[in-house]
């Protein structure tokens, strides 16, 4: 994400998906049927890309690099 638009709301935004992300595959490993298994393990590098670019935006933040 571009830092020019790393501000507190869009943070908060990117975190909540964020966190919204791992609850859904967290539901579906623990689902009895599991058709949607398939698609774990691109749904958690989804979640590990989108944590480690929450990471960096917060860094810039904490940097003073935000608007």
């Known amino acids: 994400m571009n830092s020019a638009y790393a501000n507190n709301d869009n943070l908060l935004h990117y975190a909540t998906i964020t966190a919204s992300l791992l ?9 009895k ?5 398939f698609y774990l ?23 003073g690099q935000h608007v």
């Open 33 to 37: 049927d599991n058709t949607l298994a």
């Open 23 to 31: 609850n859904c595959i967290n539901q579906i490993a623990v689902e």
């Open 41 to 63: 393990s691109d749904l958690v590098f989804l979640a590990s890309e989108r944590a480690n670019t929450l990471v960096t935006m917060l860094d810039g933040v904490k940097e």
